[in-house]
């Protein structure tokens, strides 16, 4: 996704390849606006020479990929929220899920793996993704302001910058991952085929979109 493509209208999400779609460009988008725009605003006047460092990139690198995870189980939960009230069985429900979560599955496993980790990274993230979400199963989705709640330290532990710099700016990541969320989710709900997507999601049926082929985490 370009810079420009953020201020088009979303596309209508409507069958699997565009929930796909949206699931990872709202994902990495929210991951890395919330981490660059952090990192901009705490080093200030600093912040281009900061960004053209080779030690800050590599830590910007790992940050985003790790908070792309954290961001993309948000976004499948409050997707999930969303389609769940639309299905009235339990079976219906448990495959919504099991759709879900191999959509985040095909997504995470689409890139490569990242420079500075190790070969079994994306096993471990998807180990991490599906406990993540397996309570969403069983008492479904928060409201959508709490569910970044649950990663928020995390995610504020991996930010690119020396924990002497970040001081008490705990509650401001906070309070921006969860107003990204709301937003976003305002997104979805005008751009989605709600019912129609619960329907496709959980149909029994071979993977309707061909593998991924993603490179590098960009929006």
Same mark, same amino acid.
């Given at each position: 996704? /370009?810079?420009?493509?953020?201020?088009?209208?979303?596309?209508?999400?409507?069958?699997?390849?565009?929930?796909?779609?949206?699931?990872?460009?709202?994902?990495?988008?929210?991951?890395?606006?919330? @981490?660059?725009?952090?990192?901009?605003?705490?080093?200030?006047?600093?912040?281009?020479?900061?960004?053209?460092?080779?030690?800050?990139?590599?830590?910007?690198?790992?940050?985003?990929?790790?908070?792309?995870?954290?961001?993309?189980?948000?976004?499948?939960?409050?997707?999930?929220?969303?389609?769940?009230?639309?299905?009235?069985?339990?079976?219906?429900?448990?495959?919504?899920?099991?759709?879900?979560?191999?959509?985040?599955?095909? @997504?995470?496993?689409?890139?490569?793996?990242?420079?500075?980790?190790?070969?079994?990274?994306?096993?471990?993230?998807?180990?991490?993704?599906?406990?993540?979400?397996?309570? !969403?199963?069983?008492?479904?989705?928060?409201?959508?302001?709490?569910?970044?709640?649950?990663?928020?330290?995390?995610?504020?532990? @991996?930010?690119? @910058?020396?924990?002497?710099?970040?001081?008490?700016?705990?509650?401001?990541?906070?309070?921006?991952?969860?107003?990204?969320?709301?937003?976003?989710?305002?997104?979805?709900? /005008?751009? +989605?085929? !709600?019912?129609?997507? +619960?329907?496709? !999601?959980?149909?029994?049926?071979?993977?309707?979109?061909?593998?991924?082929?993603?490179?590098?985490?960009?929006?």
């Amino acid at each position: 996704m /370009g810079f420009w493509d953020l201020f088009k209208k979303p596309p209508k999400v409507n069958d699997l390849e565009t929930l796909e779609d949206y699931i990872e460009s709202r994902a990495a988008f929210l991951a890395q606006k919330c @981490i660059y725009e952090y990192a901009r605003a705490r080093t200030g006047l600093n912040s281009e020479k900061l960004f053209s460092e080779p030690e800050f990139q590599e830590a910007l690198d790992r940050s985003r990929w790790e908070a792309f995870v954290m961001t993309l189980a948000d976004v499948v939960e409050m997707i999930a929220g969303e389609l769940r009230p639309h299905l009235n069985s339990a079976r219906d429900i448990d495959a919504l899920y099991n759709g879900l979560e191999a959509a985040a599955v095909a @997504i995470m496993r689409s890139y490569p793996v990242p420079a500075m980790q190790t070969s079994d990274y994306w096993d471990r993230k998807e180990k991490w993704l599906l406990e993540r979400l397996k309570p !969403v199963r069983l008492a479904g989705s928060k409201r959508v302001k709490d569910i970044p709640l649950q990663t928020v330290e995390p995610f504020f532990d @991996i930010l690119p @910058i020396h924990k002497k710099l970040t001081g008490h700016d705990f509650e401001m990541i906070k309070n921006h991952r969860r107003t990204s969320l709301c937003r976003t989710y305002e997104e979805f709900i /005008g751009s +989605a085929d !709600v019912p129609a997507l +619960a329907k496709v !999601v959980t149909a029994e049926r071979a993977p309707v979109t061909p593998p991924r082929v993603g490179t590098s985490l960009n929006v």
